[in-house]
């Protein structure tokens, strides 16, 4: 029985190494989609981060991790100005992916899920 129990707490301990960061699954979604965006790092002592079509306001970015599955969501999106002096817009949305952070599977999505 404690034999058992011993590869549970193995298992579930090789899982928790195993996990992919928000981070990684947003590298993952950027080399498979959109290989020609930069990362630009978020001014803060997280070390987040995003990235960035060059010359262009197309983003593809972690937006946050869906309770019920606890798969991570990415948005690729381009911010449309309206307004440039109050530099006020729009987003239009180019594509939604949830990443597994177990498996790495990345999952389009056609919108973006509730949660």
Do not use: C
Request: no cysteine.
């Amino acid at each position: 029985m404690w034999h058992r129990v011993m590869l549970i707490w193995i298992l579930i301990l090789k899982l928790a190494i195993l996990k992919l960061s928000p981070m990684d699954a947003l590298d993952m979604v950027q080399k498979a989609y959109a290989a020609n965006f930069t990362k630009v790092y978020i001014r803060n002592e997280s070390g987040d981060y995003y990235y960035r079509l060059d010359d262009a306001d197309y983003y593809l970015v972690y937006e946050y991790t869906d309770e019920t599955t606890g798969n991570y969501l990415i948005h690729l999106y381009e911010f449309i100005v309206d307004d440039t002096e109050l530099g006020t817009g729009h987003i239009v949305t180019y594509g939604w992916y949830m990443v597994n952070p177990y498996t790495g599977e990345i999952i389009p999505a056609g919108t973006a899920p509730t949660g």
